[in-house]
């Protein structure tokens, strides 16, 4: 007797990085389980896309433009309360952690996840689990990024802008940054800008100095 085939998990996937986000979705689309029917750059558009049609899982990039992770993670469980989220990100604290299983995500994973990871933790939630990894207890989980970090918060810098500002200190170009982190050398020289005038300083040497002085290398 034929066995009746079980509807894949339908999955949408938010992430301002193209090519993560490209590969990201072939990975996923390769398993017979797993079908990716939309992706967005932004925590706007993936609220638009959700009016139209919904996912069973969604995986959400934390730091986009325009409406980032974790604002469009609270929007998206108030008001599509059935879809799964899983929240991803480089940097990873248990501060964050708490308060984002609070909004209502369901998984919070690091990109440098393995894949068959990432297919049960996706398998998983859409089950009614939940996966919250402890965070890592190298030099990373204590470094500039960590989110209740004083110096980010003082200088009311981004997680991406100090993505950024790590990478000047260590010589990096502009477009070596947007090469790296898989971003439009304009955007890379926005956040240049916006960093600028935050920080108080003059171009990249200012930025460079700066970083420099307050030991970001």
């Not at 899983?86 to 299983?101: G, P």
């Not at 980010?152 to 982190?181: G, P, V």
């Amino acid at each position: 007797m034929d066995t009746i085939q079980q509807r894949p998990i339908t999955i949408m996937i938010a992430d301002d990085h193209k090519l993560f986000a490209q590969g990201l979705s072939a990975i996923l689309s390769g398993q017979s389980n797993f079908k990716v029917i939309g992706m967005a750059a932004n925590g706007k558009e993936i609220l638009h896309l959700l009016n139209h049609q919904l996912p069973d899982v969604l995986i959400l990039d934390l730091n986009m433009p325009v409406l980032d992770g974790e604002i469009a993670a609270e929007k998206v469980s108030q008001l599509f309360p059935s879809v799964k989220i899983m929240a991803l990100s480089m940097y990873y604290t248990s501060k964050l952690s708490a308060k984002l299983e609070n909004i209502g995500v369901k998984a919070f994973v690091q990109k440098d996840t393995n894949a068959e990871t990432l297919f049960e933790i996706i398998t998983g939630i859409h089950q009614g689990k939940k996966y919250f990894q402890k965070a890592k207890t190298d030099a990373l989980a204590s470094s500039v990024f960590n989110d209740g970090d004083h110096f980010q918060k003082s200088h009311n810098l981004t997680a991406r802008e100090m993505e950024i500002l790590k990478l000047i200190s260590e010589d990096y170009s502009s477009q070596q940054i947007a090469e790296k982190l898989f971003i439009a050398l304009n955007t890379v020289d926005t956040h240049r800008k916006n960093m600028a005038q935050k920080l108080n300083v003059t171009g990249k040497a200012g930025l460079l100095k700066f970083a420099l002085e307050n030991k970001l290398r």
